[in-house]
């Protein structure tokens, strides 16, 4: 069973704090991580991916990847109320997704 | 901007009843999926296709069918509707193998 796990929250930071969204994964083969942000009765949107180890930076979000912890992280610096959303951890497989189930992000003004 | 267009936002449906749910993309993307997803389950896979007229199942196929008879659409089908597949139906589109999924808006179905 190829498992992607992520701690469901919810995570509650104040606004300009730094949010970290973990998720640990089974299959050491992975190669692909994505994050995808879910607002409330919305469907999932990209926002970011990594390939390689290390840290990945698009403004202010950072993406890191462990593989041999076998684990990713989001890292959402200076929070704003606007990010409060599910986030979603997702491993790429050939063609295929496999997500976890998410964790809720709340922002706190 | 690349558009996944899921025809209904909300569906109510008789149990026994066949349903569909239709998906359309228009960026000319290879690959289509359907996924649902439900509280505490996360996205479940249910069906994908990587050209037209090709499909294959995901992980939970059983009491679905699809069609792709053209490559902008995808089509679910519920052969025989029934409450357990009361859920958000996501519909998603890639360019090709090793990209993110564009996602359409959902169609939530309420099966009586």
């Known amino acids: 069973q190829k498992e992607v796990e992520q701690n469901s929250g919810p995570l509650s930071v104040p606004e300009g704090a730094i949010a970290s969204l973990n998720c640990t994964y089974s299959d050491r083969g992975s190669q692909s991580f994505f994050w995808y942000r879910q607002y409330s009765g919305k469907s999932p949107e990209l926002i970011m991916f990594i390939y390689s180890n290390g840290d990945k930076e698009d403004g202010r979000f950072t993406a890191q990847l462990n593989k041999a912890s076998q684990y990713v992280s989001l890292l959402i610096r200076d929070s704003q109320p606007s990010d409060s959303a599910t986030y979603l951890c997702a491993w790429l497989n050939f063609n295929k997704f496999y997500f976890g189930s998410g964790t809720k992000l709340n922002v706190k003004p | ?112």
């Open chain 2, 1 to 112: 901007d690349v558009k996944v267009t899921q025809s209904s936002r909300y569906l109510v449906k008789r149990t026994g009843e066949k349903v569909f749910l239709e998906c359309v993309q228009d960026m000319d993307h290879e690959n289509m999926f359907w996924y649902r997803q439900d509280p505490g389950l996360g996205l479940r896979l249910i069906y994908f296709s990587y050209d037209v007229k090709m499909k294959e199942k995901g992980d939970i196929p059983e009491g679905y069918s699809v069609s792709r008879e053209k490559k902008e659409r995808f089509s679910l089908i519920l052969e025989s509707a029934s409450t357990n597949q009361t859920s958000m139906y996501l519909c998603a589109s890639s360019p090709r193998q090793g990209y993110g999924y564009t996602f359409g808006s959902g169609t939530r179905l309420t099966v009586v």
